[in-house]
């Protein structure tokens, strides 16, 4: 199912990325299932979220962080693709398959395993801004109005939501920017849930790059839905 195939604008560039792919959750807002291989028009979750990445000639590496169990036979479907253990949270996925890069790549991106429809562009944007030094996130501006509560549910304050912004993956960064942040989390005992957000613990530049809502994170049943007729509309 996996293709290889050129990006618009990728022929000559000189850039290696390693793309690496938490997908060990053990789905539990989906009834437990290994949401990596539930399909979507006849194909897994996992196939849709790799195959933007795969269509890319500077994307040399894909590490896939799985759960325990079969890994669906993914491994080998390209040559770039290889699985490992995942870890006991996401950022100990992201650990585990970065410790694993073999490639000589100088960009790291992130992308989670549940989300299907990374747009191309978004991908391009943040690899290149990534390319040149900054680490680059994909994500929407807040719509709705956010509201700050303490312990115990009363609203503190109202943020203007245009600061605001929903972040998704990918997230991409230079690699040695990636590998600092990886180490300072270890070293601190620290597990973000959000890789920028370690990168921003170094002091490092991140800029948020504009993608789109149909860049949807699987997380319970009725996201299935959304997800089909995305694909119904020709919206993905």
Known sequence: MYRVARAPGSRGVSMKVAVL???AGVGRRMG????PFVEVAGRSILDWALSRFLDRD?????VVALGGGDAGGIAGEDPRIRVVEGGDSRFGSVASAFDRVESPATVIAVHDGARPFPPAAVIDACIRLAASGWGAVAGIG???TVKR???AGRIVATPPRDVLWCAQTPQVFPRDVFARAVAHCRAAGIEPTDDAAMVEKLGEEVRMVPSSATN???TRPEDLV???TYLAQGLV
């Open 58 to 62: 500077d994307v040399v590496e894909v």
């Open 32 to 35: 437990g299932v290994r949401k």
């Open 21 to 23: 792919v938490p997908a």
């Open 216 to 218: 949807l994170k699987i």
């Open 142 to 144: 807040a719509v709705d």
């Open 226 to 228: 959304v997800a089909e």
């Open 149 to 151: 509560t303490d312990n």
